[in-house]
């Protein structure tokens, strides 16, 4: 079961204005993707964000489909961390993982998108993924991406960004119950580790972590308004090669940041609703 599900492929975002979005996670300093428009059945396109081996995306509904319903109930919450893929070297391998978790995973889907390159080259992406329903885990969509055409992703054009980002580090999720909730996100990924941690459960998984915390740590820790009403992903944190790299490339971008020693934070109204924070990776 660990191989065929093996680790953090990428986080989506959902948002309402993929323009909005594209111009405000610019301004945060990241290289972004040329925006692809995918299958009118999938009816959303998106810009990805790569790092050196995961990524993220900033997705946005077109059209209203049976494949994106997910993404739109999303959106009726409000903008924001939606979604995670699990990387996996064949969808059918990460259903059948599913199964005999005890999991109902539904049916594998193909899709693909075309890659704008420089010089007005076009590739195209290929994609097959494999998702678990909805409710199965609370306040997100879970799913396994297997790429057919990593080439086609991880473009070095696309891995340079002006903050410095390398990686994905951490998630957090908040949510009424960590301790209750540790065991199902256990049991859709193999492989991963659950430790007590203040205010909640951190898992960990291969180079990443996922922290699940309750409504009032996540609140504080992440410079929340107020605490999540029910289960959201809220945050995510990244490596940084240079952390005054980072500041500056906000601050050109005119992005308000708070900074605690080498950590820099930017509240969820400047990043789509997402809480984002930044350190370089200890030496």
């Given at each position: 079961m660990a191989s065929a599900l093996s680790g953090l492929d990428h986080v989506v975002i959902a948002v309402a204005d993929l323009d909005r979005a594209e111009a405000q996670y610019r301004r945060l300093g990241f290289t972004l993707s040329p925006r692809a428009l995918h299958s009118a059945a999938m009816g959303t396109a998106n810009h990805t964000i790569m790092l050196a081996r995961d990524y993220f995306e900033l997705l946005a509904v077109r059209q209203p489909t049976d494949r994106n319903l997910r993404w739109r109930e999303a959106l009726e919450a409000g903008e924001g961390l939606a979604g995670l893929a699990v990387a996996t070297p064949g969808a059918a391998a990460a259903r059948e993982a599913w199964r005999e978790a005890?999991?109902?995973?539904?049916?594998v889907v193909a899709f693909s998108r075309p890659v704008e390159r420089p010089g007005g080259r076009r590739t195209e992406a290929r994609f097959e993924v494999v998702s678990l329903p909805k409710e199965t885990m609370p306040g997100v969509s879970l799913f396994a991406c297997a790429h057919l055409t990593r080439e086609a992703v991880w473009l070095p054009e696309l891995?340079?960004?002006p903050n410095t980002a390398e990686a994905i580090r951490k998630f957090a999720v908040s949510l009424p119950d960590p301790e209750a909730a540790s065991g199902l996100w256990?049991?859709?990924l193999p492989g991963a580790t659950a430790m007590r941690i203040e205010g909640g459960i951190g898992l960990s998984l291969g180079d990443h972590a996922i922290d699940l915390l309750d409504?009032?740590?996540?609140?504080?820790?992440?410079?929340?308004a107020q605490p999540a009403g029910t289960a959201r992903m809220i945050a995510l944190d990244f490596a940084v090669?240079?952390?005054?790299?980072?500041?500056?490339?906000l601050a050109q971008g005119g992005v308000p940041a708070e900074v605690d020693g080498d950590t820099t934070l930017i509240r969820a109204d400047h990043a789509c609703g997402v809480v984002i924070t930044m350190s370089p990776r200890a030496r």
């Open positions: 005890g999991l109902s995973p539904g049916d891995m340079a960004h256990t049991r859709a409504p009032a740590t996540a609140a504080r820790r992440y410079r929340l090669r240079d952390a005054g790299a980072c500041r500056a490339a």
